[in-house]
Structure formats: structure tokens, C-alpha cells
DNA sequence: AGGACGGCACTTTTT
DNA sequence: GTGCCGTCCT
């Protein structure tokens, strides 16, 4: 055994700090709560915990890591593999929603489950509530009921919230509340639709794993006798991010660890950031309360940031009502720089301003890979992508639409959704032929049958839709006739078929070509076309650009937690983009963008850039936002205002 | 008249 | 980039 005061000469305890120990050190078998400030170690202080369980006899495979994305999942594993080795391969690491996955896949058949189940993303998921509408012979705008999209938010916030739909509606949108019979009819026949096609979205995948961590008395013995199994076979649990979880993944996590288990998790309420997602800080603040036993630990200690940068945010963050006090304590000294606000004429001439300075920073010997611009929303980076672009910067963006949900992408996988038999693959791909419409579609897909290979499609279609048809039947035969060389050899046919056919049409249809070759050495890694599609949405997408040489990086603030650069710059600093104009309307809405702010600035360890412009593009006024005015009343600024100047 | 297609709003943040 | 609507072509 390893003594908990002196780990001098001890690997794993020896790059710690006295809280940071406490916690890697903490006795298995019980629930603790620990609050961990930004840059204050929360990483390093999990991966040491999961070497030193391990190290004590717990074996990977019974070690439940469960982090926010598959970002930091994967930084993660590869942390525990520098300290423990190849042992470390068969921890149990990722997403709620990617180790639901998993355990679905494993555990799920008490469920009725097939373990070879579809994830649908949120594209697809909206295909399936659409058709349930169509099912209904509803008319969304004849009937006066919501847009699809509203309808997703509506089922998915009373599953991550766990209210029942009534209430739900009457909480967030009140002006349908004489639509809930309706609506819930809708509900119940989009989860038949799910079911009967074999396929999971996002909010299935959270109430599957539950029903497996918690199942009600009413469950079938299968299914108990299963989530005994299941929750006796991860000894300790740790959740990383905590105060992010929603109501349901609060109960999956509490749940996971009802038998003796371990259960630490760690958290800061101050970066709960989540809210539109269902995140309740609940969970976090209200864990003690659940497990009296539970001690509550601290990393307050913070060794990224200047102590300017530092104040800043103790200072902001105090604006709210926060429950847990928790200040930041700098380790580091100062650098003499102060955080700079700087007060731009127009979106222009901010986007000039952070290109400059950027590359000045490059010249003065920071890599490009320790510069940040960060931002609230994906449309405000667009300027600053094309200064960027102007310049010849290397740069990438972390926001925006995804790889697997770029047009192009999702062209390519619907060829090979369609040839296993998905209707609205099929659909999609039809109709990107010229000629074909909605109407030869319809014809065309009572017509299609993968079993003979689509002939029939095309056969009997008049007019102008026939020579589209018989083009895509012909490529899907094709596909087809190649099944047993694998889904990337699969791919490389179609594609050569696509690009001629379409993807000259885009105008940056390099980089959509060069997307495509990816596509097909991802695809490499799966033996069949199913393999390759069933864990698409929840897999890691980040590594996308990662490595075509050290660049700039843009990122959405949501997107920047849990890293850091040297210099950050935070775009856009007025009333309306952060906080965003609709957080006004909601509960806690001003307090979350705050928090949002918050997360941003702690990003920066050097040099924080706060900028705003005076006027939005068509000349209207912009306010600076009151995250910079409130701190201006009465006490002297934590920040220095400049106005940009060109060097 | 049926069907394709170009032009129009709308897009906060993410698994 | 998508969904919806009006217009134009067959």
C-alpha cells in the first residue's frame, strides 16, 4: 500500500499537489463529490486516480470512466495508457451516450434489443418523427402544431428532464398546451416507428442504459437479474464534468453505483454550461444530500492562468448566485499583462485586428497550435476565417456543422445506407439525380427492393425521371456487387461515380474531394456497411484536421472546455452574442451565458483578448456587453481597454 | 396539371 | 445547408 502523505519518489503521487492526492488517494467503495476549479489539475488528478485503482487490483474492465465528450474520453485512455500500459486498453471509458451504446449492445437484448442496433443522429432522428406525422395523416402547419424540430425538443427535453410531456409543454411552451393529446399521439407513434425499424436516437440510448442502471419494480426478471450483473461489474465509477448531466444521466450515474460501488464525481458548478440541454446543477449540488456519507473534496488551485486573468474571472463569476463558493487561487506569478478589452469600429476591422495580432504572437515565437479564438456562436467566426484565409494562416474550426453531417458526406452514406434497404438513404440519393423530384421518388421507392438490386426502380419510370433512376440503380447494383470487398472498397467505387456526377458542382470541391478519400480510409476500419454505420453519431469526429500541422484553432466556446492556449481571443463581446440574445427570455438564461463567459476567459494561461465591435454590419449600434460594464462599477477595471492599432 | 427547381427565410450552444 | 413556396417547364 501506497502511504497517502509521502509519495516523494512515487510516480503517480509525486506530480501532485496535497488536494490533488487526497483525491487519487480517496478509499474505494464510496461516494464523494469533488469540486474542481478550471486549470486546477481535474485531469491529470482522474487519470491518476484510474492508474492507482488500478494499481490497487482493480481491473481496467471494471472501471467506469464516464467523461462529457469523446474528446476528453480519448485524452483520457491515452493518459492512463502513458502511466499504466497496455492494461489500461480495457478500461471502460467515453460519452453517457457512447458508453450507453456499448452497454446496449452488450447488456441490451434483456431489453428486447437487437444488438446490431442503428444510432440515429439528429438528422435521421427528425427523418423518423417526420414519416410519424405522415403516418398520422397530419398536416404540421394545417393543424397548427409545431415545426418537427420543436417536436424533437419537446420529446427530448421531457426524456432528459425526465417530466412527463405535459408538463414539459407546459414549462417551456406553454402556447401549445391544447396540443398535448395530439402531440402525445405523435410521440407514440414515432417510438413505434423507432422500434420497428431497430433503431436508437440520442435520448434512447440514456433511457435504455437507465432502465438497465435503475429498472422499475415492474421490469421483467431478465432484465434485473441484468442490471445486477451490470452495475456489479464496475467497481468504481467516476463522472467527470458532473455538474453538465441531466436529470437522467444524474439518475444512470447515481444508479451505477447503488450497490456498494465507488462513485466519484467531479465537477464545478461555476462552468455548467449545458442548460438547453437539460443540465441540472442539481446533481452536483444537491449530491451530498443524496449520499450522506459523502465527503466533498476541493481543487482550487489553479496552475493555468495568470493571476489577471484569474481576478477576472473571480470577479465575473461573482455576479452570480452561485451555491458552492469556490475561488480560484493562482500558482502562477505574474507576467505583467493585463487582459486587454479592445474596443473595434466594426466586425471588420475586430477580424483584422485578431488576424494581426495573432500573427504577430506567431512571429514572437508562439505556434500558431497555442493561439485560440473562441466565440458564441458559429456565425461569428466567419470573419475571422476569412482574414485568416486572406493572410494564408493555417487554421481550424471546431464549430459548425460536423464532418458526418456535411452535405457531401452525407450524400456518400446514404449510397450506401440505400443499398441496406434505408428508405430515406435511398430517398436522398434519388433525388440529387437532375429530373428527379419528390413525386418520381415516391413512385420510384414502392417500386425499389435491394433484392434485385433496384431494376425495377427505373423500369418503369416515364419521362424525364428515367434516366436519373437508372443511373442510381445502376451504381447502387454496382455497390452491391462489391459487398464482399468491404465497405471501403464500396465507397471507392461510388465515389469515383459521385464526383464526377456531383461533387464538381461545389465550389470548393477540393477540400470536398479530399473529405471523400477520408471517408474512405475511415471506412477501412469496419468489416461491413452496418458496422460502419451503427455507432456513426456518437463516435469522435475531432480528429478530423488534427493533423496537417500546427494551425490556429476557432472554436465555439462550448467546444473549448476542459483546454487551454496560450493567448485566447473571445470574439464579439456585446449584448446580444454573450450573452445571446435568447438566454434573455430564459430561467437562469443571463447566469448561464456568464458561466459560458466564465469558461471562456479561464481558456487563456498568458495573454486574454476580450473584443467587441462598436458596429454590426449594416451600421447598427452595438452595446458592449454588461459581462465588461458590470465589472466597471466602482472599483477599478480587471482589464485595460485599448483600441486597435496596426502595426 | 403535375412536377422540377430556383429563390427565400432560419440556424445558440452539443451528444 | 435545409425546408418551404412561387414560378416555369413539360
Request: charge should be negative; proline fraction near 4%; charged fraction near 25%.
Amino acid at each position: 500500500m501506497i502511504d497517502r502523505q509521502d509519495g516523494a519518489n512515487d510516480p503517480l503521487l509525486a506530480p501532485l499537489n496535497e488536494q490533488q492526492r487526497a483525491v487519487v488517494c480517496a478509499p474505494q467503495g464510496l461516494a464523494r463529490l469533488v469540486l474542481a476549479g478550471p486549470g486546477s489539475g481535474k485531469t491529470r488528478t482522474l487519470v491518476h486516480r484510474v492508474a492507482q485503482l488500478m494499481r490497487t487490483g482493480v481491473p481496467a474492465e471494471r472501471i467506469l470512466l464516464v467523461t462529457f465528450t469523446n474528446k476528453a474520453a480519448r485524452e483520457m485512455m491515452a493518459r492512463c495508457e502513458q502511466l499504466c500500459g497496455s492494461s489500461a486498453w480495457s478500461l471502460m471509458g467515453g460519452t453517457f451516450h457512447g458508453l450507453a451504446a456499448k452497454i446496449l449492445r452488450q447488456y441490451g437484448s434483456a431489453l428486447g434489443l437487437d444488438p446490431e442496433f442503428r444510432i440515429l443522429d439528429r438528422a435521421d432522428t427528425e427523418d423518423q418523427l417526420r414519416a410519424a406525422v405522415n403516418d398520422l395523416g397530419l398536416d404540421l402547419r394545417r393543424d397548427g402544431l409545431p415545426r418537427v424540430r420543436t417536436l424533437c425538443r419537446m420529446f427530448s427535453a421531457s426524456v432528459q428532464r425526465e417530466l412527463d410531456l405535459g408538463a414539459t409543454i407546459d414549462l417551456r411552451w406553454p402556447q401549445y398546451h391544447h396540443h398535448l393529446g395530439l402531440i402525445q399521439t405523435i410521440g407514440a407513434r414515432f417510438v413505434e416507428r423507432k422500434q420497428e425499424a431497430g433503431v436508437l436516437d440520442f435520448d434512447d440510448l440514456l433511457v435504455g442504459w437507465s432502465l438497465l442502471a435503475d429498472p422499475p419494480a415492474s421490469a421483467e426478471p431478465a432484465v434485473h437479474q441484468t442490471s445486477q450483473a451490470l452495475r456489479e461489474r464496475f467497481v468504481e465509477v467516476l463522472v467527470d464534468e458532473y455538474q453538465d448531466t441531466n436529470a437522467i444521466q444524474g439518475r444512470i450515474a447515481d444508479h451505477m453505483a447503488s450497490i456498494g460501488n465507488g462513485l466519484t464525481v467531479v465537477g464545478d458548478d461555476c462552468q455548467g454550461i449545458y442548460g438547453f440541454r437539460g443540465a441540472d446543477a442539481q446533481n452536483l449540488v444537491g449530491f451530498q444530500q443524496r449520499f450522506d456519507a459523502a465527503e466533498r473534496l476541493l481543487l482550487t488551485a489553479n496552475y493555468r492562468s495568470t493571476p489577471e486573468i484569474l481576478s477576472l474571472a473571480n470577479l465575473s463569476i461573482a455576479h452570480n448566485r452561485t451555491q458552492l463558493e469556490k475561488m480560484l487561487e493562482p500558482e502562477r506569478t505574474s507576467l505583467g499583462l493585463p487582459p486587454w478589452v479592445v474596443q473595434c469600429k466594426d466586425r471588420e476591422e475586430e477580424a483584422r485586428f485578431v488576424v494581426t495580432r495573432a500573427r504577430e504572437l506567431q512571429a514572437s515565437g508562439i505556434p500558431w497550435s497555442e493561439i485560440a479564438v473562441l466565440y458564441r456562436s458559429h456565425a461569428l467566426s466567419t470573419e475571422v476565417q476569412v482574414e485568416l484565409a486572406k493572410q494564408s494562416i493555417p487554421f481550424v474550426v471546431r464549430s459548425g456543422v460536423r464532418f458526418f453531417e456535411q452535405a457531401h458526406v452525407k450524400d456518400v452514406l446514404a449510397f450506401g445506407r440505400a443499398t441496406m434497404g434505408d428508405e430515406f438513404a435511398l430517398r436522398r440519393v434519388l433525388l440529387l439525380y437532375p429530373g428527379v423530384g419528390p413525386v418520381s421518388v415516391r413512385g420510384a421507392l414502392e417500386r425499389a427492393s435491394v433484392d434485385d438490386r433496384f431494376g425495377q426502380m427505373a423500369k418503369t419510370a416515364s419521362g424525364i425521371s428515367r434516366r436519373g433512376l437508372e443511373q442510381a440503380a445502376d451504381v447502387l447494383a454496382g455497390m452491391i456487387e462489391r459487398s464482399a470487398d468491404g465497405p471501403s472498397a464500396q465507397l471507392a467505387f461510388l465515389v469515383d461515380h459521385y464526383r464526377q456526377a456531383f461533387v464538381q458542382r461545389f465550389d470548393d470541391s477540393n477540400q470536398r474531394s479530399e473529405d471523400l478519400e477520408e471517408l474512405i480510409r475511415f471506412a477501412q476500419g469496419f468489416e461491413t456497411m452496418n458496422q460502419l454505420f451503427a455507432d456513426l453519431p456518437v463516435v469522435d469526429q475531432t480528429t478530423r484536421n488534427g493533423d496537417s500541422g500546427p494551425a490556429l484553432v476557432l472554436s465555439s466556446i462550448h467546444q473549448s472546455k476542459g483546454l487551454e492556449w496560450k493567448r485566447v481571443f473571445v470574439l464579439s463581446l456585446v449584448e446580444g452574442h454573450l450573452p445571446h440574445a435568447a438566454s434573455f427570455a430564459e430561467v437562469d438564461g443571463v447566469d448561464e451565458e456568464r458561466r459560458l463567459f466564465y469558461v471562456a476567459i479561464t481558456r487563456a494561461a498568458d495573454e486574454l483578448y476580450l473584443t467587441y465591435a462598436q458596429r454590426a454590419g449594416h451600421g447598427r449600434v452595438q452595446t458592449p456587453s454588461r459581462f465588461l460594464s458590470e465589472l466597471m462599477v466602482d472599483t477599478e477595471p480587471p482589464f485595460t481597454m485599448v483600441r486597435p492599432s496596426f502595426s
